[in-house]
């Protein structure tokens, strides 16, 4: 049974090891296949029933080209069942290496929180960000993922008109995949060559306004790697 921290894991601390299903090539994928490696990123999404972690993926794989050519390895993982991810990657290729994590199990190991909404009377003392926020907090959030939409939305708002734009149906499984999983915290961990985290970046970290901030540029993911050689 994997440890669960009670936070997301911070530079310093070990990664976990983690064995999953490999969506575009056969067999798994785990931490062990990145030793010996310079590092690897580690993208932990939600499912593909959320239309920002879809675009987040299309966006690591153009990451994915400038890590590469730093040494750098990348893994993306969503929270879908293998057999519906290679169906949507079957018509959305991506070269970037996705495994299939239904369970969110590997988020959890990671230390990425899933957050409970609450009703907007609830007594701010028992409020504590990320494991609860009110639904007037979350929806407080606005976001326009690439300028995509006439005018930033909330997220519910936001992601209702991204799948109509997108012309993406959420299946039986993908519905299950929200209904399970709909608030879990997305993140992104840099690994060393001796499985130990150099860098992380949490969605939300400072409260659910910064939600939209997610994921990270190029730039500071770069900025991350170069400061991990120095």
């Excluded at 310079?38 to 400038?66: D, I, S």
């Excluded at 495994?99 to 959890?108: E, G, L, R, S």
């Excluded at 929806?139 to 109509?164: D, I, Y």
């Amino acid at each position: 049974m994997m440890y669960i921290p009670n936070q997301p894991l911070q530079p310093g601390d070990q990664a976990p090891r983690f064995v999953l299903t490999a969506i575009n090539r056969d067999g798994q994928v785990g931490l062990e296949d990145y030793e010996g490696k310079a590092a690897v990123l580690v993208a932990l999404f939600r499912g593909l029933h959320c239309p920002f972690c879809r675009r987040h993926v299309v966006q690591l794989a153009a990451t994915r080209e400038k890590l590469r050519q730093v040494g750098v390895e990348t893994l993306a993982i969503v929270n879908t069942p293998a057999e519906r991810a290679r169906q949507y990657f079957q018509y959305r290729p991506t070269r970037v290496l996705v495994a299939a994590d239904p369970d969110v199990a590997t988020h959890q190991a990671f230390g990425l929180p899933k957050f409970g909404i609450l009703p907007d009377d609830t007594d701010p003392a028992t409020l504590q960000w990320p494991q609860r926020a009110t639904m007037a907090q979350f929806l407080s959030a606005q976001v326009n993922p690439g300028g995509e939409l006439p005018e930033p939305k909330s997220l519910p708002e936001a992601s209702e008109l991204l799948n109509r734009k997108d012309g993406f149906e959420l299946t039986d499984v993908d519905q299950q995949m929200h209904a399970a999983h709909g608030t879990q915290v997305a993140g992104e961990f840099l690994i060393d060559a001796q499985g130990t985290v150099r860098w992380t970046y949490v969605e939300g970290a400072g409260g659910p306004l910064e939600l939209p901030n997610f994921p990270p540029s190029d730039d500071q993911i770069l900025g991350a790697v170069q400061a991990m050689s120095r």
